[in-house]
């Protein structure tokens, strides 16, 4: 089985902060299953490093108000393209991200509140049947 996993989780220095965020449950799951490697923010054509932004009322800025939600709508489309043609059926997904977060992601006041929502990313993906988990949920896929 092949699985959609956000990129920085293996240690792919693509996020916000050109930081990796390299999980050891991912890499032990790279030993077990074929993993896709996937950052949403870049495949909508946004550089590595920029500015950290964050959804509120459905739009996806920066803490001036710059918008970027074309850029991550963009981005989840591409990354559903992906999944639809490796015929993915689960995701790993970073959490509280604004692409990737499931369940729970940033207020939008940058303030570092965590409020209930999806990433722009993570809902196109659940909405088309992929099931999400985040990096705390990979030890499920290893028994």
Known sequence: MAVLISACLLG?????????????????LAQKEILIPVCPEQLGGRPT???PVEILNGRVTESDGTDHTDEFIRG??????IA?????KTAVLKSNSPSCGFGKIYDGTFSKTLTDGNGITA?????????????YEIEALLY
Do not use: F, H
């Open 123 to 135: 809902e196109l993906l659940s909405k088309n049947g992929v099931k999400i988990l985040n990096e």
């Open 84 to 88: 639809q043609i490796n015929n993915i």
């Open 12 to 28: 792919i220095c693509c996020r916000y902060d050109c930081k990796a965020k390299k999980n050891q449950m991912a890499c032990k």
């Open 49 to 51: 490093p920029r500015k």
């Open 76 to 81: 989840a489309v591409e990354t559903l393209k």
